[in-house]
């Protein structure tokens, strides 16, 4: 008699890629980013924003997180269940910490300085933890309604 086992899928999924501090490599960051997440289930929106997300975080890893040619973690991890994805850049520059943003505000003709803005106001949450022993990463949260399984 055969039976089949009922495949459920998982709840959290992870992605995470190690690559060269660079802008190429931070432009590969964002397409990696939008290329995993249109294979996870994840809201149109949430993928949008991700994209600016990595595409700031990975800048800022490339340009201020760079030690010789030590690489850069780019990380997503999502949860179906909760409806969180969450972005992750690991760089080596742990003692080079990110200003809050608005504590330096950047000339209106400067061509940088407000990356983390935009992080803030795209994220719900981020933030940033050491990632011993001399790295650190800065990570941000997007939420979203996820679907009720019962009503399915």
């Given amino acids: 008699m055969n039976h089949s086992t009922p495949q459920v899928a998982p709840a959290v ?3 995470a890629q190690l690559l060269s501090p660079t802008r190429r490599g931070a432009r590969l960051a964002r397409l990696l980013t939008a290329e995993q997440l249109r294979a996870w289930p994840v809201p149109h929106g949430v993928t949008e924003r991700a994209e600016q997300i990595v595409a700031e975080l990975a800048a800022n890893a490339a340009l ?4 010789g040619s030590r690489l850069f973690r780019l990380t997503l991890t999502l949860d179906t269940t909760a409806g969180l994805l969450r972005v992750a850049v690991t760089d080596a520059r742990g003692e080079c910490l990110p200003s809050p943003p608005g504590a330096c505000e950047a ?6 300085g407000r990356g983390l803005l935009l992080v803030a106001a795209l994220a719900d949450r981020w933030g940033v933890e050491s990632y011993p022993p001399s790295g650190k990463t800065v990570w941000a949260e997007c939420d979203w309604e996820s679907p009720d399984p019962s009503t399915s």
């Fill in 13 to 15: 999924l992870t992605f």
């Fill in 64 to 67: 201020h997180g760079r030690v």
């Fill in 107 to 112: 000339p209106l003709d400067s061509e940088s």
